[in-house]
């Protein structure tokens, strides 16, 4: 039966190429465009996600000050979610969670999947705080605290 069926399969003419239109246009003007147009949405995509990179690389940059203002705001930002999601949940239900009960577990889900869609869009606001704190964090924690080159050394 094997052979048969792989025979089959193999000796099937290839399927012709689809063609047909990105963008439905009435206009001959716009219907050249419609691939560039595709094209300039994918190049325009990628832009978007490495704007967040190339915020976290001037954290980098920006050396131990940008790393500890950076994870201050990440700390404060779960700190503070956390009591706020389960005060909203209670806040819904006029209950605190019940981890056994599937019921409660499938509210939480949802809190939890919509709260996560939140943080993901308030990353750029976390690293623009960052950034603006780093030179405040330099001179009064790195500078303050850190040690310095003669005490290495002796």
Known sequence: MQSTCSSLCHNRPPLPPLSFPLVASDDDSSADNSADGVAAEAQSAPEELSESKQLLKKIKDSGPAGFVSYAAWEMAFWAVSVPVCVGGYYELTGHWPDFLNKED???LGGEAFAFVNFARFAVPLRIGLAL???PWVQAN????FGKKDDEVSQ
């Open 105 to 107: 577990m499938a509210k």
């Open 132 to 134: 603006g704190t780093t």
């Open 141 to 144: 924690i790195i500078v303050r």
